[in-house]
């Protein structure tokens, strides 16, 4: 908690026979950071894969063309597949299922392009069924010259013009006009010209097919029904062949990526003709199983020493450690930058804050529900990895939604608790500890905006108290005085100075300037200021706004939750009071305006929750991100990457 | 007054409109920079997003006077 995992440097040294027990014994503790051998020198040369590599990636490679093909997805398995067993099958049975997808799937392809053909066909033919003559009418003439397409005009009296040897013939297709013209050859420059003119002439193309259109439009039409057919036979065969294979070739997958993991791990280590050496990092608390683990495996031909020299803080591994709900905000911590091993990791923070904010800005018992419903169902569908850490995320947020939507007394925006000029569903509000529910939002803008303004200066001081100890830390305490101390006292000092001030002005009565407390807090803001100056330049004057507009930002706590209290109230009186409960008669407008007041209440709530769920969400993080991380989280670490496989479908 | 409550409901809403439209035409160019850097490199997410931000407290500080006007004079 609050710092990341402790590490230990370790250097792994053994003869070369030993080289694959010790990557195999490595890969399977899981536990050892490789840091990368990158520097060749005369005795050591960066290693070569083991000799299976080829051999792997090459099934790994057609293995995965087939899962592609069949479009294999990663899913739960329902059963493990045993590791022992996989290797004596899978060259064969990977051979075997290529060729029986290959098959099909070339089929396939075969069928699309002649199905793509007669489609092709198909419309080609389909302007002639409008006009009564067999396609092989169309050509084969030495001196008729034939045209055939859509016009819209009439062009009779035009060829008859130019000749009065003509053949015409007009139909419809599909709206438009479709003609054939049929003239001698002498008169082709002509009649060319006319259609040149004519601009509502499309020419068709007659296809190279003989017999009735109509005709042949049937059989055309069969003809695709049966190859479209053929495909969906030949597409539930390939479904038949994921169905059964899938589980293997996910399995397989598996077992080949740790394979090749395993056999291109040499590429990260330095070797020598008859040596290797590896460099790594280890969590602490796991040296003893590392020690014990290659002790057994090496039969005395591995050394591993623990190594305590001064290292750069940027090249050890980072394990981020935090307990169980809190762990899923390692993900928040990891997206803006991974924490360096000596500074704080703000997960446990954002444990406290983050729901927090959202709770408040989102603070209704009716959207927390729905919030905290989808929550579990994230949980229930997603059991491990980044989407069950959000779904916690988002559970701990909805149920503290929940419970400020109490306070604020909020179903669905409409009242829960009598609230001024309207009545609650449960009538008067209790009061509880001294609190008198509800706390209306609308009605109590201006004691929200101070308490949301609180709120922002403990977040901020608490992240500039966290980046004195960073400072401290990293170097010593006069730097952390100059570079953060001073904003700390910018900042309280500050805060004394206006909360004096500004009542003062808003009752007209000037600068209180016999105040203590007013004094007090200008000369700490002073005094703040000659340290930063001293600490970080000039320069860095421009930069105390920021304080201030850092602690306004959270006045969008406040103006976030008005928003969408203010959507859910406009869709609540919208509907009520026009459409389901005009003039406080119940379906006073009759059964129909009712479910239109019904409908207009669900879509309203509907985008109200959607954006009830990202703008919370969003502008939280972004608190977190912006006012509260740049007052002491630099990251830059690297993250913690242990040579090894977590198994998902195979089992020893 | 009825006509004052009207001019202070437009200063509000005058102080949020031109606040929010100058912080978006900030945001816009920012925020197009960092989606490309962070195309080139995803570390960048975390910067770009503050880079991206900083324009905002302009329009939180149109929102902030919005709010003293109609919760402070307008009451």
New interface residues.
Partial sequence: MLKPTVMTKVVIAGTKDALEPTISVLHKLNVLHITDYIEESADFKIGRPLKSASKHSEHLLSLRTIANQLRVAEKDPTSKQSAQQLPSQIDEKIVNIHKEVSVRTDELRNLEFKIKEKKDLLSAVKPFTGLPLSLELYHGYETVKVYTGFIANDIENKVSGITGNYELFTGEHDKRKVFALFVPKVFEEQVQKLFQEEHSYVELKVPDLKGNPAVLLDELTKDVYALKEKETNIQSELDGLKKEYSEFILAADEYLSMETQKAEAPLRFATSPNAFIIDGWVPTKKFAELESGLAKSSKGLVQLIKLEEEVKEEEIPIELDNLGPAKPFELLVE???IPKYKEIDPALFLFFTYPLFYAIMLGDIGYGIIVTGMAMVIRNKFKTGALNGLGMILLLSGVLSILLGVIYGEFFGFPVFNVEHETGILGAGPAIGGLQLPVHRLGS??QM?VVTLIIGILHILTGLIIGFRNKAVEHDIKHAIYAKGSWIMILLGGVAAIAKLMPSM?SRNGVPSGDPIFMAGIIVTLAGIVLLIKGEGFISILEIP?IL??V??Y??I??IGLSSAGIALAVNTLSMNLFIKPDHVWLGGGVVLALIGVVILFIGHLINLLLGILGPGLHSL?LQ??EF??KFYE?GGMKYAPFGYNRKYTEE | MVVDAGFIAIGAGIAVGLAGIGAGMGEQAIGAAAVGAMAEDE?F??KG??MT?IP??IA??G??VA?IL???FG?
């Fill in positions: 997206t803006f930058a803008v201006q905006l808003m920021t507009s850092n306004l930002s006045s969008r406040l103006a972004r991100y912006v991380f740049t990251g | 570390k997410f975390g997003l503050l931000v905002e407290s939180i500080f929102l902030v709010l109609l919760f402070v009451a």
